[in-house]
C-alpha cells in the first residue's frame, strides 16, 4: 500500500506526568522494526512539550488532543495553534467525538480548526462517526457525508493531503463493541468516495484513513487486513505499552 500506515494512541484525560514518561519510555525502549508504520501519541495538553523532547528523533511523533482555531486573545483555558506548534507536537487531533458531544464542538469548529492547523503546520487527524442511534436509524452515511464535507469546506487540493482521516463510530468509542472489519470497511469506502468527489481519485487515495473505537490486541489483525483501513486510533489500549505495542505490530 501507497498510504502512509499510521498507529496512533489517545491517552485522552489519563496518566499521571511519571506515569506518561514510564509509558513513552517503555515505547521507545521496546518499539523495534515498525518499518514505515508511523506511532503518533496523544498525552493529556501539559505533558506534550516534554513528551515531544523525550520523542525527538525517534520513531514516536507527538500530538495535542485539541486546540482553539484563533490564534491569540480572551479565552481562558484555551491553547492556540502557535502554542501547539512550539510544544514540538506534529499532530492535532481535531472533532473528536467527546470534543463533539461533551463540550459541543461543531462542524464549523472542526473546519475552522482544521484551517488553523494547516495554518501552522500541523497534521490534522480529523475524527468523524456516527452515533448508535444514528446507525440504527440508517443514517450512517448521511453523517459521515455531512462531517467530512464540512471539515474540508474551503480546503485546496493541496494542503487536503496533508490531512489525516479518523472513523470513529462513537457507539464502539470505550463500549469494547468494534465494529466489525466489514462495517468499518463500509465507512472507509464512503470516505474515499466522498474525498474523490470533492476532490478526485489520486487524492482519495492519497489520504490515510484510520479506524478507532475499541481497537484491542485481539481484533486488530481483522481490521487491519482492510484495502482502505490504514492504521487505527487507540484510546483504552494505548495507556499500556504492551497492548499498544502488540497493535501496532500486527501483520
Ligand atoms: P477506545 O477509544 O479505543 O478506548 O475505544 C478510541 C478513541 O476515542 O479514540
Known amino acids: 500500500m501507497s498510504r502512509k500506515e499510521i498507529f496512533a494512541g489517545n491517552w485522552k484525560m489519563n496518566k499521571t506526568y511519571s506515569g506518561a514518561v514510564e509509558l513513552v519510555r517503555e515505547l521507545l525502549n521496546n518499539l523495534t522494526d515498525i518499518g514505515n508504520r508511523?506511532?503518533?501519541?496523544?498525552?493529556?495538553?501539559?505533558?506534550?512539550?516534554?513528551m515531544a523532547a523525550i520523542c525527538e528523533n525517534s520513531p514516536i511523533k507527538v500530538g495535542m488532543q485539541n486546540m482553539h482555531y484563533e490564534k491569540a486573545g480572551a479565552f481562558t483555558g484555551e491553547v492556540s495553534p502557535e502554542m501547539v506548534k512550539d510544544t514540538g507536537a506534529s499532530y492535532i487531533l481535531i472533532g473528536h467525538s467527546e470534543r463533539r458531544h461533551i463540550f459541543g464542538e461543531t462542524d464549523e469548529d472542526v473546519n475552522r480548526k482544521v484551517k488553523a492547523a494547516l495554518e501552522y503546520d500541523l497534521i490534522p487527524m480529523i475524527c468523524v462517526g456516527e452515533l448508535l442511534d444514528q446507525r440504527e436509524k440508517g443514517h450512517t452515511d448521511d453523517v459521515i457525508k455531512k462531517q467530512v464535507e464540512a471539515a474540508l469546506e474551503g480546503i485546496s487540493g493541496d494542503d487536503v493531503l496533508k490531512v489525516v482521516f479518523a472513523y470513529e463510530p462513537v457507539w464502539a468509542i470505550g463500549t469494547g463493541?468494534?465494529?466489525?472489519?466489514?462495517?468499518?470497511?463500509?465507512?472507509?469506502?464512503?470516505?474515499?468516495?466522498?474525498?474523490?468527489?470533492?476532490?478526485?481519485?489520486?487524492?482519495?487515495?492519497?489520504?490515510?484513513?484510520?479506524?478507532?473505537?475499541?481497537?484491542?490486541p485481539d481484533n486488530i489483525k481483522g481490521l487491519?487486513?482492510?484495502?482502505?483501513?490504514?492504521?487505527?486510533?487507540?484510546?483504552?489500549?494505548?495507556?499500556?505499552?504492551?497492548?499498544?505495542?502488540?497493535?501496532?505490530?500486527?501483520?
Open 38 to 50: 508511523e506511532v503518533v501519541i496523544f498525552p493529556p495538553s501539559p505533558y506534550v512539550k516534554d
Open 177 to 216: 463493541k468494534v465494529a466489525t472489519p466489514d462495517m468499518a470497511g463500509e465507512v472507509h469506502s464512503l470516505i474515499r468516495k466522498l474525498l474523490s468527489g470533492i476532490f478526485n481519485d489520486e487524492i482519495s487515495i492519497s489520504i490515510p484513513v484510520l479506524y478507532g473505537g475499541s481497537v484491542k
Open 224 to 251: 487491519y487486513k482492510i484495502d482502505d483501513i490504514d492504521g487505527v486510533l487507540v484510546g483504552g489500549a494505548s495507556l499500556s505499552a504492551d497492548s499498544f505495542i502488540d497493535i501496532i505490530s500486527v501483520k
